[in-house]
């Protein structure tokens, strides 16, 4: 038989899973990625407990470094493990599923990232204090930052229980268990020690590895097909178990007029949340300029978009020679498709290739899930402790005040930096303001709480798709954050009634729609397969709470009893075009 032939060959796939020769390597190279972003951690963690450092780095980032941070948060298990599996077992429709995730760096491009560079300072909350200065709206704010946060963790440590638990050789609860033990304890020490310096710089070492990793699994699967893209194609057909309609739409999302609808409702989740995901918006802040940040933009645009080409092909390769079945007997989600396929590529088992990289590809993707988890704690601490705690409870930061309207500029100077206040805008803050170091400390201490409600949640996820997962959380970003900032950013009538309105009425309707949704109850692979409670028939809730978090926001401005402040407006309107007093 020809290779050609053989590559074409219609016969089922052999059962291919990880023998105990493999996991010895796959282990020790776990412990060098641990190590070295260890090492990084503590490096960088020496460096002071100011404000400017812990949030966002000092603000001494280039374009290109924040870019590959940009694209490292951005691409995590969902991406790395997810989006492969649901190609793996769906074809068509997992392929739609990745477009969302590219498509959404849009939105951000061009309605949010200058403006926000400009307008905030650390977080979401900070843009919309510049013009609506109420306790409330930072409370508001600061919790929905948190929910997204914590619901885009349990994604990233369900995939590292499955990674590890491939890696041990079993499907046992107790395996996952530990493993989602271990990755939250080591987010925890990343956050509390290195803060964003060393969460973006473990982010751009992921991401370098994480698209290395993928050029070099897709270079081996386009060799071993010869080049032949249609010859994969036809092959991932064929050992898909739903023949050509693998390659159409409608096996997974097609079948009922409902299903068409949750993916509609899961793809507006997609493209606009991710203009609402909080861990993505501070790193806007991590640049010294909002033509930094945008220029951040334009490199994660490239890198995200070359990767999610690259794992079509290898969701595709995964389906061709390993077989779907296959792929869900491993992980009944897919999770683990892509390491397998690393296994096959490298020739199988019992091969010394197949067992390297197997293991190099698996701790990258441990990698993966480390950088990103590290990202969404940080996030979730400064949004509680910046903005709920300093913010709401406690008063206001002892920050550098903001540049008022009408204020002088020195003649000569550049808008947006230090000098170009005068002097009357750099007097301190309120006497009874809260100082750096006890916000630090306190955003410290809150990595640990919300590391530990991360695992706790995780523990009970372990069964659905991280992919999956993840569009919970960008349905609850969609629906919360992004209606609030583009009607503070764009709409001078916009009050503080409207903000916590607005921030409130997408965030409820998404968490009580997902709550009462299949997720949770009803089916075999729901949260609690054993009952039924859910009543809405969506999986997503993108759809129905998204629009809602925009007419609340448009009916607490209409009824508010205290009108927009124009002068705050024109502040806000100001700052974020120019960047007149900036951060």
């Given at each position: 038989?020809?290779?050609?032939?053989?590559?074409?060959?219609?016969?089922?796939?052999?059962?291919?899973?990880?023998?105990g020769?493999?996991?010895?390597?796959a282990?020790?190279?776990?412990?060098?990625?641990?190590?070295?972003?260890?090492?990084?951690?503590?490096?960088?963690?020496?460096?002071?407990?100011?404000?400017?450092?812990?949030?966002?780095?000092?603000?001494?980032?280039?374009?290109?470094?924040?870019?590959?941070?940009?694209?490292?948060?951005?691409?995590?298990?969902?991406?790395?493990?997810?989006?492969?599996?649901l190609?793996?077992?769906?074809?068509?429709?997992?392929?739609?599923?990745?477009?969302g995730?590219?498509?959404?760096?849009?939105?951000?491009?061009?309605?949010?990232?200058?403006?926000?560079?400009?307008?905030?300072?650390?977080?979401?909350?900070?843009?919309l204090?510049?013009?609506?200065?109420?306790?409330?709206?930072?409370?508001?704010?600061g919790?929905?930052?948190?929910?997204?946060?914590?619901?885009?963790?349990v994604?990233?440590?369900?995939?590292?229980?499955?990674?590890?638990?491939?890696?041990?050789?079993?499907?046992?609860?107790?395996?996952?268990?530990?493993?989602?033990?271990?990755?939250?304890?080591?987010?925890?020490?990343?956050?509390?020690?290195?803060?964003?310096?060393?969460?973006?710089?473990?982010?751009?070492?992921?991401?370098?590895?994480l698209?290395?990793?993928?050029?070099?699994?897709?270079?081996?699967?386009?060799?071993?097909?010869?080049?032949?893209?249609?010859?994969?194609?036809?092959?991932?057909?064929?050992?898909?178990?739903?023949?050509?309609?693998?390659?159409?739409?409608?096996?997974?999302?097609?079948?009922?007029?409902?299903?068409?609808?949750?993916?509609?409702?899961?793809?507006?989740?997609?493209v606009?949340?991710?203009?609402?995901?909080?861990?993505?918006?501070?790193?806007?802040?991590?640049v010294?300029t909002?033509?930094?940040?945008?220029?951040s933009?334009?490199?994660?645009?490239?890198?995200?978009?070359?990767?999610?080409?690259?794992?079509?092909?290898?969701?595709l390769?995964?389906?061709?020679?390993?077989?779907?079945?296959?792929?869900?007997?491993?992980?009944?989600?897919?999770?683990?498709?892509?390491?397998?396929?690393?296994?096959?590529?490298?020739?199988?088992?019992?091969?010394?290739?197949?067992?390297?990289?197997?293991?190099?590809?698996?701790?990258?993707?441990?990698?993966?899930?480390?950088?990103?988890?590290?990202?969404?704690?940080?996030?979730?601490?400064?949004?509680f402790?910046?903005?709920?705690?300093?913010?709401?409870?406690?008063?206001?930061?002892?920050?550098?005040?903001?540049?008022?309207?009408?204020?002088?500029?020195?003649?000569?100077?550049?808008?947006?930096?230090?000098?170009?206040?005068?002097?009357?805008?750099?007097?301190?803050?309120?006497?009874?303001?809260?100082?750096?170091?006890?916000?630090?400390?306190?955003?410290?201490?809150?990595?640990v709480?919300?590391?530990?409600?991360?695992?706790?949640?995780?523990?009970?996820?372990?069964?659905?798709?991280?992919?999956?997962?993840?569009?919970?959380?960008?349905?609850?970003?969609?629906?919360?954050?992004?209606?609030?900032?583009?009607?503070?950013?764009?709409?001078?009538?916009?009050?503080?009634?409207?903000?916590?309105?607005?921030?409130?009425?997408?965030?409820?309707?998404?968490?009580?729609?997902?709550?009462?949704?299949?997720?949770?109850?009803?089916?075999?692979?729901?949260?609690?397969?054993?009952?039924?409670?859910?009543?809405?028939?969506?999986?997503?809730?993108?759809?129905?709470?998204?629009?809602?978090?925009?007419?609340?926001?448009w009916?607490?401005?209409?009824?508010?009893?205290?009108?927009?402040?124009a002068d705050?407006?024109?502040?806000?309107?100001?700052?974020?075009?120019?960047?007149?007093?900036?951060?």
């Open positions: 038989m020809s290779a050609a032939t053989a590559v074409t060959s219609t016969a089922t796939p052999p059962p291919v899973a990880p023998t020769d493999h996991h010895d390597l282990i020790v190279l776990f412990a060098v990625i641990v190590l070295v972003t260890l090492g990084i951690t503590l490096w960088v963690g020496r460096r002071g407990d100011a404000a400017e450092d812990f949030y966002a780095g000092g603000r001494g980032f280039t374009p290109l470094q924040n870019g590959f941070a940009l694209s490292g948060d951005y691409l995590s298990a969902a991406s790395f493990l997810g989006v492969a599996g190609i793996a077992l769906y074809g068509y429709d997992g392929v739609l599923y990745s477009i995730f590219l498509v959404a760096w849009l939105v951000v491009l061009m309605l949010v990232a200058e403006l926000v560079r400009n307008a905030g300072r650390y977080t979401l909350a900070d843009v204090a510049l013009r609506l200065r109420r306790r409330k709206v930072r409370a508001a704010a919790g929905a930052s948190v929910v997204v946060t914590l619901l885009y963790l994604a990233q440590m369900v995939g590292a229980g499955s990674l590890v638990a491939l890696l041990l050789g079993t499907n046992s609860s107790g395996a996952r268990t530990w493993a989602i033990i271990a990755v939250g304890a080591l987010m925890i020490v990343y956050v509390t020690v290195g803060g964003m310096k060393a969460t973006t710089w473990i982010q751009i070492v992921k991401a370098f590895l698209i290395a990793g993928s050029v070099l699994l897709t270079v081996l699967l386009v060799a071993r097909f010869h080049g032949d893209l249609f010859a994969l194609m036809r092959q991932a057909a064929q050992h898909s178990g739903a023949g050509h309609r693998y390659l159409e739409p409608g096996l997974k999302y097609g079948a009922t007029f409902t299903s068409r609808l949750d993916f509609f409702s899961l793809g507006l989740a997609l606009l949340g991710t203009a609402g995901l909080p861990h993505i918006l501070s790193r806007f802040y991590t010294p909002a033509r930094a940040a945008r220029r933009t334009m490199w994660a645009i490239g890198l995200v978009g070359g990767f999610y080409l690259m794992a079509i092909v290898l969701g390769g995964a389906t061709a020679l390993i077989g779907s079945a296959e792929v869900r007997h491993a992980n009944s989600a897919g999770n683990t498709a892509v390491p397998l396929l690393a296994l096959v590529l490298g020739g199988g088992n019992g091969s010394t290739g197949g067992v390297v990289l197997f293991a190099l590809i698996s701790a990258i993707a441990f990698a993966t899930i480390l950088a990103v988890v590290a990202g969404l704690t940080l996030a979730s601490s400064a949004a402790a910046h903005d709920i705690w300093a913010g709401a409870w406690r008063g206001r930061p002892r920050h550098r005040p903001l540049l008022r309207r009408g204020a002088v500029l020195r003649r000569g100077a550049v808008p947006g930096t230090r000098s170009a206040e005068a002097p009357a805008a750099e007097e301190s803050a309120d006497a009874d303001a809260v100082s750096e170091r006890e916000e630090v400390r306190v955003a410290r201490i809150s990595a709480g919300i590391g530990a409600a991360a695992i706790a949640i995780s523990l009970f996820a372990q069964q659905l798709n991280v992919a999956f997962l993840v569009g919970l959380a960008f349905a609850v970003a969609a629906s919360a954050n992004l209606p609030v900032l583009l009607y503070s950013l764009f709409w001078s009538r916009f009050t503080a009634r409207g903000a916590v309105w607005s921030v409130y009425g997408g965030l409820v309707p998404a968490i009580v729609l997902v709550f009462f949704s299949p997720v949770v109850s009803g089916t075999k692979v729901a949260l609690f397969p054993g009952i039924d409670f859910h009543w809405f028939p969506l999986e997503n809730p993108g759809i129905v709470s998204i629009p809602l978090g925009f007419l609340a926001g009916l607490g401005t209409v009824t508010s009893p205290e009108p927009a402040d705050r407006f024109a502040e806000l309107e100001v700052r974020a075009l120019t960047g007149a007093g900036a951060a």
